[in-house]
Every structure is written in C-alpha cells, then in structure tokens.
C-alpha cells in the first residue's frame, strides 16, 4: 500500500491546484500581455551580452552583489520611477522580487495577523483578495467611482473603523490604473487620501503595477512621492504588464529600514539573476520605445473589445473606458450573476473572471465581470465578445 503523503500535510491548506489545461480559444482572463509585442529580439541580444560580460558572477547568489537586487536594475528602476513617476528613489530603498506578488506577500508578512483590518477597493486585485483571506484578515472596501477611489466614503469608512476600535493595518490601492475598473486617481484625491490616511494612523500600500500602460502617457505622481519622505507608503512595481509577466520580476520602494524589514523576510536566496541582468541592460536604451509600441498596441485591442461589447451587448452593459492597461470592466443589470454564467461559456470556448472574486463584496460584483484583452489577437476578441454576448442573452432567456 502506497504512503498518503497528502494526508500528513496541515490541515489549513487551501486545495490542491488542478491540474493544468490548455485555455479555452476565447481566454479573457489572468493578466496576460500581447505576444506580438514581447521584445524578444531585444532580449535575447542583451542576455546573450550580458552573459558574456557578467556570465561568471552566477557562480554566487545575488551574482555576489547585494540580495536587494542586481545594482543596475535597481539603478534603472530609480532612474524610471525619477523621470516616469516624479518619484526620486535611492537604490537602497528598492527590493528586487520574483514579480510584484512577492512584494504583495512580503508586505503582508511584515505587517498583517490574523484577525487584522485592512481597507481596499470595493473592486481590486483578485490575488489580494485571497491572499487576504488565506491570512484569515478581514477587509473593508471603499467605494470607486471612474476616477477611483471616494475620498468620502474613504472617511466615513475610517470614522466607522475607528469608532468600533479597529485602526486598519493598510490601505491597498491601486491608483494608476486600476484593476479591474482601469481609472487613474487625479492628484488632489492622492493628496487627500494621504492626509486622511495620515489623520487615522493607517499606512498606504500602493500598488503600481500596470502604470507604465497609461494610454496617454500622463501618469500623475505617484502617491509614494507626494508623501514627501513621509514614510507612510510603501510601493511595489512590476516588469510583468511593461514587458513580461513569465520574467518574474517585480520591485518593492520603500525607506531604507522597512525595507531592510522585507528582505529579512524574503528568504528565497535571490530573485532570478538572468531575468534581472538581461532586464537592467535592455531597458535603459529600450524601455521607453518598447512602451511605447506596447501601449499603441494594447489600447487598439482595448477599442477592438469596447466596440464589440458595445455592439452585442448594447444597453445592457456599462462598460467604462480603462485610461490604460488591459482589461476592461462590465455592470450588468441587478439581478444577474456573471458566475452563474461561467459554466455556460466555459461550453461556448470562453473563459473571463467573474466580478465576485474582483470585489470586496462578492454580492456587489456578481453582477460584473473582468476581461483581459491583453492576450487575446483582434480577432478573438471580436468572437469571443460576440460568443459571450449569445451565452448571456441565452441565459436571460433561460430567466424569463
Ligand atoms: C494589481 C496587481 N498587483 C500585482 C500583480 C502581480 O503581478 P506580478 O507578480 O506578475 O508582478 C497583478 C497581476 O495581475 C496585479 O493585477
């Protein structure tokens, strides 16, 4: 008789990962990028460069450098965020991690316990949300209008936290375009949402991780930057959404002893050292340009889906304009629950993440759904619209 190895484990462990599928022909979901636009060709020449020149220095973790990261990334991270963000960073206030959802479980590491408050937006990142849960932490959402977050409801939300005793851990957020909804916050709302947030003790954990995908390129500073050496926001980036989300590579920017804090905490020996190399010697003569043929690319299949959204679903969706990035964010009448129609599109060849698993109340989302265009050729997202429009009228015909 075989061991039961699966039996010895803890009992608290979420289930098992299912094994995995190829995605269906209309995949909407996730956050992955346009394979046309992956720069592989540049790639491919600065590792082939940088391997000749550095090649030896993989014989050490850390390629015998400083565990926060390989210097030049972290000097071109700072140089970036300087001119792209209006946010001055040190290299020693920069962590390199294995994506930015590393930098997500270092930050809660460092900070949250069971039992603990957080605040997010009413409608955010599905991977924090379970992250949260796993934590056992509990959340409250604040309401978003097209241009993010409400300040006032923001304050009524701190009042009422605080009136019951309760000073949440953090405010996450996404403020530069956000998922799933795609607004960008105007400067005064970051201003306000800093002083608030200041007036009720409560730190900021700003997650940028799709800001360098702004259609227009105006990207306001970042909150961490109008804090001034505050030292209330800690902020994490991606290379995930402006180059490749397989690179792995993300980055944490905090003060110097919080983020001394989080390296203490991440204890994988060094993030990987020839996506970090091959990164720091084609972004600085790259970045920028690649940017900016992505965004060019992203935001014609965004018109694409928009169109076909408008066109098959007519008035019974809201869908808001992203400013950037690549996903789009539908409402559909009270009443409907877009997990309901899963199973019914899963037959159909389509795929998309129903708006419960994006919000901090699933009630409130259930009527919503996200769609990545990221992936998906023009094509594709022309059918599988038009596809996903038939699986819903089907259903609501189904109701009646
Ligand atoms: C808001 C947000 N944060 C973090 C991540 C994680 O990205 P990565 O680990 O690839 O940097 C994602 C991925 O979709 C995201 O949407």
Known sequence: MS??????????????????????????????????????????????????REGQALATYNLGGSPLGYLPLRQ?????????????????????????????????EALLSPGDTVIIEQATYGGMLSRLERLGVDWVGVDLDEHGIDVGHLATVLDELAQAGTTPKYLYTIPTVQNPTGSVLPVERRLALLDLTRRFGVPIFEDDCYADLVWDGERPPTIRSLDDGGGQVIYCGSFSKSIAPALRVGYLVADEPVIRQLLALKTDAGTGALEQLT?????????DHHVERLIAALRAKCTTMIAAVDEHFGDDVVVTPPKGGIYIWLTFPDGVDTGALSAGAAAAGIEF???????????????????????ADERSIRDGVARLAEVYRASTALDR
């Open 3 to 52: 061991f039961d190895m699966v039996a010895t484990f803890r009992p608290d462990l979420p289930p098992a990962a299912e094994p995995w599928q190829q995605p269906p022909p209309f995949s909407f979901v996730g956050g992955h990028n346009d394979a046309d636009s992956v720069p592989f060709g540049g790639l491919a020449e600065a590792a082939v460069n940088v391997l000749r």
């Open 76 to 108: 071109f991270i700072c140089d970036k965020l300087g001119v792209r963000a209006s946010m001055p960073v040190e290299v020693d206030e920069v962590l390199v991690t294995s994506g930015s959802l590393q930098a997500l479980d270092l930050v809660n």
């Open 279 to 287: 990164l720091a010697e084609y972004a600085p003569a790259h970045f």
């Open 353 to 375: 993440n129903a708006g419960a698993g994006w919000s901090a109340d699933p009630a409130w989302g259930a009527r919503r759904l996200r769609l990545c265009f990221g992936h």
